[in-house]
C-alpha cells in the first residue's frame, strides 16, 4: 500500500509541475469525521481509495475538471448550506442528474468536458470501490477503474499523453 500511495503522490506531482492537473500539496485535509458527516448527508459510505483522496489532498483538478470533494468543514456541514460547484452533497444530491440515468445510489465524484461521468455503484448497501465511466445516457456505463487509486493513475496519465 505504501508503494502504491508513494507512486501516486510522485505521479500527482508531475501531473502538477505539467499544469495537466492541480492537486494541494500532500498532507491533511479532511478528517475521519468530517468524511462520516457527508457520509451520513449522501445516505452512502465513501470507498476508502475515495477517502484517502479526501483526507490527504482534500481537492484536485485534471485539465480543469474538478474531482468533487467536500466543501463545508467541520460539524456543521447540512444540506441547506451547500455551495455549488464541485462539492460531493451539492452535485449528488441538489443538482439533477436524472439525465444520466444513474441509480439515485450511485455517487458522481466528477464529470469531465469530454462528457465523461465518473461514479461510484450504488454505495448505499455494500461499499463498492470500482470506479464506472458514462459517456453517453443511452449507453450502459462501463467499469474504468478497480479504485479511486486506479482512476488517477490512469486518468492522470492518460491525460499527460496528450
Known amino acids: 500500500m505504501m508503494e502504491l500511495v508513494t507512486e501516486l503522490i510522485t ?3 508531475l501531473a502538477n509541475k505539467k499544469n495537466v492537473a492541480f492537486f494541494p500539496t500532500y498532507g491533511t485535509y479532511f478528517d475521519e469525521l468530517e468524511i462520516q458527516r457527508a457520509e451520513e448527508l449522501l445516505s452512502a459510505k ?3 481509495s475515495y477517502r484517502w483522496f479526501l483526507k490527504c489532498y482534500g481537492s484536485g483538478e485534471i485539465l480543469g475538471d474538478e474531482i468533487y470533494s467536500i ?3 467541520g460539524n456543521d456541514y447540512n444540506l441547506d448550506d451547500l455551495l455549488p460547484g464541485g462539492d460531493i452533497l451539492y452535485q449528488n444530491r441538489i443538482t439533477d442528474n436524472s439525465s444520466l440515468k ?3 445510489n450511485d455517487i458522481i ?3 469531465s468536458d469530454f462528457s465523461e461521468t465518473f461514479f461510484f455503484k450504488d454505495q448505499s448497501i455494500v461499499v463498492n470501490e470500482t470506479i464506472y465511466v ?3 445516457p443511452k449507453s450502459k456505463p462501463i ?3 478497480k479504485d479511486f487509486y486506479d482512476f488517477l493513475r490512469k486518468k492522470l496519465n492518460e491525460m499527460m499523453s496528450f
Open 102 to 104: 444513474l441509480s439515485e
Open 71 to 73: 466543501y463545508q468543514r
Open 134 to 136: 458514462s459517456v453517453d
Open 143 to 145: 467499469v474504468y477503474a
Open 46 to 48: 465513501l470507498p476508502n
Open 11 to 13: 505521479l500527482i506531482e
Open 109 to 111: 465524484f466528477l464529470n
